[in-house]
């Protein structure tokens, strides 16, 4: 189905920080740019009311199609290729229409996006994204290995991505402790050749310092073909991009709107930890969509600090709540929110992004904090409030949210909404994977049997211990693992003997 009125120059991709001139090949393989920037398109392409109602009818599937066309050049990907892909990556989630929306009491509606194999939204752009990548390794003839920090969905859905294919090892480091078992044993009991599992002994922003000092070397990640599987990773946003306009076409009736009338607005509560999923939302509105957005966060709250009060600074510590996933205080992809919101203005994205990762704090103006809060929303959710709103769903609805989940939908039960106003809250896990949350709230859930087999397997992982020069031993382990994998592979024999 042809895409009426786009205009937008895709093959070219530049840097939040001002550098220009890369493809989507080259920024799928790099993750983080050069000197530590986040990749966007140069322009963004307008969605039109005859575009989205072209797409009405489209199956997820088919829609990842169309979107991911606006920015992958047939030249690189032709589009029967594209939709093989696709298709191939998306076969294998438990329910028909790959993501659903439950309709529940009073018009909460919810965006279901777990239906994949680790049970989490990762595993939309995730497998997508390690598609294309196997693609054009095969294409190549050459070999790759992801490096991969994860506060806890990420590096399971990258393993189960992952896990067997040739071209392709993946690196994984976790918190060890601060993330749940379902979450763990998605890891750890991956035991294909190429899959490398390491427990750290810190949170997920303690394990970002290391990665980020080892793709800061850029030799030593071109002679290891190094890249990011996490929402650094440019894919990974453009194929998340999609769920945000899928819910507006299921959930706004397009045939009500006359040509001469404004699109409606949907309302879209996001669960809020590194800022890719609300980067993904900005995107789009900036595309055209008309969406109202509300990023919610648990206790580690700078997102919501940097919208309310300006104030873009880490807490002494990541606090442990009950929704682990955004136990976060470095989301970074807000790099991409300030470039959009300050007009692609590269060179002060850089003196921002630079003085927070040297001092862990920024202070925006009371300018562009006014910009920052008219295009996002923000509220803090405290454990109480997630246990509160898991109760308060299954008695209304017998409907089970896991804590994520609960960190948005909280934002229906304390906001009344005028009439007609349509909103949508995204539910990034199943409850599957929350376990001690769900019996926290008094709630049971039958768990499905993918996840009742996960205890009877067997593990491997190695531990990165805390020490005084904690990062810099991480670096080195990860840099000797790097360096061992490779070799094995330069002699074609198994690395696990």
Same mark, same amino acid.
């Given at each position: 189905?042809?895409?009426?009125?786009? &205009?937008? +120059?895709?093959?070219?991709?530049?840097?939040?920080?001002?550098?220009?001139?890369?493809?989507?090949?080259?920024?799928?393989?790099?993750?983080?740019?050069? /000197?530590?920037?986040?990749?966007?398109?140069?322009?963004?392409?307008?969605?039109?009311?005859?575009?989205?109602?072209?797409?009405?009818? %489209?199956?997820?599937?088919?829609?990842?199609?169309?979107?991911?066309?606006? *920015?992958?050049?047939?030249?690189?990907?032709?589009?029967?290729?594209?939709?093989?892909?696709?298709?191939?990556?998306?076969?294998? *989630?438990?329910?028909?229409?790959?993501?659903?929306?439950?309709?529940?009491?009073?018009?909460?509606?919810?965006?279901?996006?777990?239906?994949?194999?680790?049970?989490?939204?990762?595993?939309?752009?995730?497998?997508?994204?390690?598609?294309?990548?196997?693609?054009?390794?095969?294409?190549?003839?050459?070999?790759?290995?992801?490096?991969?920090?994860?506060?806890?969905?990420?590096?399971?859905?990258?393993?189960?991505?992952?896990?067997? %294919?040739?071209?392709?090892?993946?690196?994984?480091?976790?918190?060890?402790?601060?993330?749940?078992?379902?979450?763990?044993?998605?890891?750890?009991?991956?035991?294909?050749?190429?899959?490398?599992? *390491?427990? #750290?002994?810190?949170?997920? /922003?303690?394990?970002? +310092?290391?990665?980020?000092?080892?793709?800061?070397?850029?030799?030593?990640?071109?002679?290891?073909?190094?890249?990011?599987?996490?929402?650094?990773?440019? &894919? =990974?946003?453009?194929?998340?991009?999609?769920?945000?306009?899928? #819910?507006?076409? +299921?959930?706004? /009736?397009?045939?009500?709107?006359?040509?001469?009338?404004?699109?409606?607005?949907?309302?879209?509560?996001?669960?809020?930890?590194?800022?890719?999923?609300?980067? #993904?939302?900005?995107?789009?509105?900036?595309?055209?969509?008309?969406?109202?957005?509300?990023?919610?966060?648990?206790?580690?709250?700078?997102?919501?600090?940097?919208?309310?009060?300006?104030?873009?600074?880490?807490?002494?510590?990541?606090?442990?709540?009950?929704?682990?996933?955004?136990?976060?205080? /470095?989301?970074?992809?807000?790099?991409?929110?300030?470039?959009?919101?300050?007009?692609?203005?590269?060179? @002060?994205?850089?003196?921002?992004?630079?003085?927070?990762?040297?001092?862990? =704090?920024?202070?925006?103006?009371?300018?562009?904090?006014?910009?920052?809060?008219?295009?996002?929303?923000?509220?803090?959710?405290?454990?109480?409030?997630?246990?509160?709103?898991? =109760?308060?769903?299954?008695?209304?609805?017998? @409907?089970?949210?896991?804590?994520?989940?609960?960190?948005?939908?909280?934002?229906?039960?304390?906001?009344?909404?005028?009439?007609?106003?349509?909103?949508?809250?995204?539910?990034?896990?199943?409850? #599957?994977?929350?376990?001690?949350?769900?019996?926290?709230?008094?709630?049971?859930?039958?768990?499905?049997?993918?996840?009742?087999?996960?205890?009877? %397997?067997?593990?491997? @992982?190695?531990?990165?211990?805390?020490?005084?020069?904690?990062?810099?031993?991480?670096?080195?382990?990860?840099?000797?693992?790097?360096?061992?994998?490779? &070799?094995?592979?330069?002699?074609?024999?198994?690395?696990? =003997?």
């Amino acid at each position: 189905m042809k895409a009426a009125k786009l &205009s937008c +120059q895709n093959e070219i991709l530049q840097h939040s920080r001002g550098v220009c001139g890369w493809d989507f090949h080259d920024v799928l393989f790099s993750g983080f740019a050069p /000197d530590g920037g986040m990749f966007m398109p140069e322009s963004l392409p307008v969605l039109s009311p005859e575009t989205l109602r072209s797409w009405k009818i %489209l199956t997820y599937p088919k829609l990842v199609v169309e979107v991911a066309s606006l *920015f992958i050049p047939s030249e690189l990907i032709p589009r029967h290729d594209l939709e093989a892909l696709v298709h191939a990556a998306l076969s294998g *989630f438990s329910v028909p229409e790959v993501v659903r929306i439950a309709s529940l009491k009073d018009g909460l509606s919810i965006l279901e996006l777990f239906h994949g194999d680790t049970l989490a939204f990762k595993d939309l752009a995730m497998t997508c994204t390690v598609r294309f990548i196997d693609y054009f390794l095969h294409k190549e003839n050459r070999k790759a290995m992801v490096v991969v920090g994860t506060s806890g969905d990420t590096g399971g859905s990258a393993i189960q991505s992952v896990k067997g %294919l040739s071209g392709l090892d993946v690196v994984v480091v976790y918190p060890r402790g601060h993330i749940t078992p379902v979450q763990e044993k998605h890891m750890i009991t991956a035991l294909d050749d190429n899959v490398h599992v *390491f427990a #750290a002994e810190g949170c997920s /922003d303690d394990i970002d +310092q290391p990665l980020r000092r080892l793709f800061a070397d850029q030799d030593f990640v071109r002679s290891h073909n190094l890249m990011s599987l996490n929402s650094v990773n440019w &894919s =990974r946003v453009m194929v998340q991009l999609v769920h945000f306009i899928y #819910a507006y076409l +299921q959930l706004i /009736d397009l045939d009500q709107v006359s040509d001469l009338e404004a699109l409606p607005e949907l309302e879209v509560v996001v669960p809020t930890g590194g800022a890719g999923n609300i980067a #993904a939302g900005y995107i789009v509105k900036q595309m055209g969509l008309p969406l109202r957005l509300v990023a919610m966060v648990n206790s580690n709250d700078i997102i919501h600090r940097t919208v309310t009060k300006g104030d873009f600074s880490m807490a002494p510590n990541v606090l442990q709540t009950l929704a682990p996933a955004i136990d976060i205080q /470095d989301p970074y992809n807000m790099e991409r929110v300030f470039w959009l919101l300050l007009e692609n203005d590269g060179a @002060y994205v850089k003196k921002v992004m630079e003085e927070f990762q040297n001092s862990h =704090r920024h202070t925006l103006s009371e300018n562009h904090r006014k910009l920052l809060s008219q295009q996002l929303l923000s509220e803090t959710v405290s454990d109480d409030g997630i246990l509160e709103t898991m =109760r308060r769903c299954w008695e209304e609805n017998q @409907y089970v949210l896991c804590p994520h989940t609960a960190v948005a939908v909280w934002h229906h039960y304390h906001h009344s909404h005028s009439r007609g106003q349509l909103r949508c809250y995204i539910a990034t896990a199943s409850p #599957a994977k929350f376990q001690s949350a769900v019996k926290k709230a008094g709630l049971a859930f039958e768990l499905p049997e993918k996840v009742q087999e996960l205890d009877k %397997l067997p593990t491997r @992982y190695e531990n990165l211990e805390r020490s005084p020069n904690w990062c810099k031993d991480w670096e080195d382990r990860l840099r000797d693992k790097i360096k061992c994998v490779a &070799s094995a592979r330069t002699h074609n024999v198994c690395y696990y =003997r």
